[in-house]
């Protein structure tokens, strides 16, 4: 039964992949920022997976303490950590570089890149004195060079993602701890839509794209979760929506009409008269 901490796991693809590692027996140990937050959902699935089976606490993924503080009470509550997934992460609004304030583009540097360091930082080295552990990455747009106008912040951190998974791989080679990447693909969160204005001419072209290519959390996370749990060595990549999956969607768009977003612009767009 293995024991599993999850980063920004109070929404999101996060807490789907919470509920899916519960309903394959193991114990999870949730955190986010606020400890309300983490509480709320610890309750959710408590009543549903059992009171063993769900612990919680309130991590800063930029603060070493937090982080410390996560792993020690994931171990005192459990007894090991066999699987710690840096998932929590940010965005900030789509436009040019230029046009960023310095605030926001000093916040996803330092939480996507600088919070992900800090954590691989303090649970490698625990787990190195645990005698074992698999650490996943959570990598996103950009991280295999992928390129878009207003993404370039967030595709600079996810591709500094991309870079930290292959070095740490090697830096951990001749130990019995593991590395390895998880690539979600396009999924349906309030992380995603909050980056797009819904009422504007330019977010009907970009749904079209996203209706082909993207997913709920509910279709992917079960998918990740079980590559997660089959993995066996360092190095592993778990991706969902691959070069060739990708590009059956494109060929079959025509036939298999979805659309992943109305209930968003049912909340944000009002309702002609």
């Known amino acids: 039964m293995k ?4 980063t920004g796991s109070t929404r ?8 899916n590692f519960l309903k394959r027996g193991c114990h999870v140990t949730l955190s ?5 937050a983490v509480d709320e959902v610890c309750e959710q699935l408590r009543s549903t997976y059992g009171k063993d089976k769900v612990t919680g606490k309130s991590c800063e993924i930029t603060c070493v303490e937090d982080l410390q ?3 020690d009470h994931a171990r005192q509550t459990f007894g090991m950590v066999d699987i710690w997934i840096n998932n929590a992460g940010i965005s900030i609004e789509r436009k040019p570089l230029d046009e960023q304030s310095p605030d926001d583009l000093m916040r996803i540097v330092n939480t996507n890149l600088g919070g992900l360091l800090l954590a691989n930082k303090v649970v490698l080295a625990a787990m190195k004195a645990q005698g074992f ?3 996943w990455n959570m990598e996103g747009f950009g991280s295999t060079g992928q390129m878009s106008i207003g993404m370039v912040p967030y595709g600079a951190t996810k591709r500094a993602v991309h870079y930290v998974n292959l070095a740490l791989q090697k830096e ?3 130990t019995n701890v593991q590395v390895s990447r998880l690539s979600p693909g396009i999924v349906v969160t309030d992380l995603l839509v909050g980056d797009y204005d819904l009422a504007s001419p330019e977010w009907q072209k970009t749904k079209k794209i996203l209706n082909i290519l993207g997913d709920k959390v509910e279709t992917v996370t079960p998918f990740l979760v079980d590559g997660v749990l089959a993995s066996k060595k360092s190095g592993d990549t778990v ?4 070069t060739g999956k990708a590009f059956r969607r494109f060929l079959t768009a025509a036939f298999n009409k979805r659309d992943l977003f109305a209930e968003y612009e049912a909340e944000c767009i009002p309702a002609a008269d």
């Open 239 to 242: 991706a969902w929506l691959t």
């Open 133 to 135: 552990g698999h650490m």
């Open 32 to 36: 986010g920022r606020s400890q309300a």
């Open 172 to 174: 951990v080679k001749n």
């Open 69 to 71: 503080g996560l792993w």
């Open 3 to 6: 024991s599993v901490v999850i």
């Open 12 to 19: 999101g693809i996060g807490k789907g992949l919470a509920e």
